[in-house]
């Protein structure tokens, strides 16, 4: 029996984890949980699982659970709290759903303490991925990808050699705004960005996938993960989302992975992997979905993804900037500051600023972040 931690565990990645080990208790057995400040659902949680550890980072929401967790239980607060849970000794796999950035360190000290990480937060890898490999020969640390599109390529890979590896097809849904104007794209409210066709998500992701950042951020995360440049990479909108991504092999065979929408066969095979278990949930019928369809995704319009190109070749800092200039673009324009189009703009003015150099610290990488924010934010 594997016993999991799962960083995040109050959100969308997070509660389907816990939902998976629910329903397939045979899947491992929850020796930590960790949040932010959300205390009350992870409290509720707490007495579901009955965890070793539970780790929140906001003292005072943890303080307000305290006397309130099951006998046994060890509360933990503090900036450091998630770092802790994620190189818990009793951990074998460790979930990472915190979301943003803030998921940096947490893959980091996972993989230093040799865990497998079930990686959702694809933020860390594609602002770390010098310091994650580092991480990774420290201690003996594997990834296993959770984000559905590295998932499907994870599985699709094995069909053939690495070296006979053409390209990857990323798939992307598109989003709630696939078919807008230039003209319908300036006037996206948060509240519409709020919705997602396919899939329910935190609310960064959901405005990440109406803008195609998501898409941006999973190219560099393919790069990273596969070990492929952005030339192998293609993406096509694929409206279903039934096709989660796929690998083109030299011989001009495409392997593709399919299964329904639903994140928990994503969890459930990098918790199970490289078993493949039964399944209760998401089997789809493909005569019901009669057909899928390919696109071209519109670069013009969608400036998330040629920026996300032009990030992965200069490499250094850049990923990151783009990162983290997305990250506080989204939040002004989620507060009504900024339109919807402006958030490619924002993050189009901070990599030109940037003046790129490699990653040797954890420090500089922070520091990268923290320009790249403020340049986004001056706009
Ligand atoms: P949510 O916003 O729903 O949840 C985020 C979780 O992270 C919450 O549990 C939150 O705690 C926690 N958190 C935030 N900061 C910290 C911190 N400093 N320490 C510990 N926990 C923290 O996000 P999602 O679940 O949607 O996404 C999580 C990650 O997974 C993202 O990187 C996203 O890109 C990725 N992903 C998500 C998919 C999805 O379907 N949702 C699909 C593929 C990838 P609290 O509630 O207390 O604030
Ligand atoms: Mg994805």
Request: include cysteine; aromatic fraction near 6%.
């Amino acid at each position: 029996m594997k016993n999991i931690a799962i960083l995040g565990c109050t959100g969308s990645i997070g509660t389907q984890a816990l939902d998976v080990v629910r329903q397939q208790p045979e899947t491992g057995r929850i020796c930590a949980l960790s949040a932010k400040s959300n205390a009350e659902l992870v409290l509720k949680q707490a007495i579901e699982f009955k965890p070793a550890l539970v780790a929140v980072e906001d003292e005072a929401a943890a303080r307000s659970i305290s006397s309130r967790l099951p006998k046994g239980v060890e509360l933990i607060c503090g900036k450091d709290a998630a770092v802790k849970a994620a190189a818990f000794d009793m951990a074998d796999i460790v979930v990472n759903a915190v979301s943003g950035f803030s998921g940096t360190l947490p893959l980091i000290a996972a993989l230093e303490s040799g865990k497998r990480v079930a990686l959702a937060n694809k933020e860390s890898i594609v602002c770390a991925h010098e310091l994650v490999e580092k991480a990774k020969a420290k201690g003996n640390g594997e990834i296993v990808p959770v984000d559905s599109e590295q998932s499907a390529i994870f599985q699709c890979l094995p069909a053939g050699r690495k070296s006979e590896l053409r390209r990857i097809i990323l798939t992307a849904s598109g989003g709630p705004f696939v078919d807008f104007t230039r003209e319908q794209l300036k006037r996206v409210t948060p509240e519409m960005a709020s919705h997602h066709p396919t899939w329910k998500m935190g609310r960064k992701i959901t405005v990440d996938s109406a803008s195609l950042f998501n898409k941006g951020l999973e190219i560099m995360e393919a790069a990273y993960l596969f070990g492929v440049d952005g030339e192998s990479i293609s993406v096509l909108i694929h409206r279903q989302s039934v096709v989660h991504s796929m690998v083109e092999f030299c011989d001009s065979s495409i392997i593709a992975q399919l299964s329904a929408p639903d994140m928990r066969l994503a969890i459930h095979y990098a918790l199970t992997y490289p078993d493949r278990c039964q399944s209760r949930f998401g089997s789809i019928d493909l005569a019901k979905i009669a057909a899928l369809s390919f696109e071209e995704p519109d670069t013009e319009r969608f400036r998330a993804i040629p920026l996300a190109y032009h990030a992965l070749k200069a490499g250094g800092i850049m990923p990151a900037v783009y990162n983290g200039a997305n990250e506080a673009a989204v939040g002004l324009f989620l507060k009504k500051e900024i339109s919807f189009d402006c958030i490619a703009q924002r993050v189009e003015r901070a990599l030109e600023k940037a003046e790129n150099h490699a990653i040797t610290s954890f420090e500089e990488l922070l520091e990268a972040d923290r320009m790249a924010r403020e340049a986004a934010l001056k706009g």
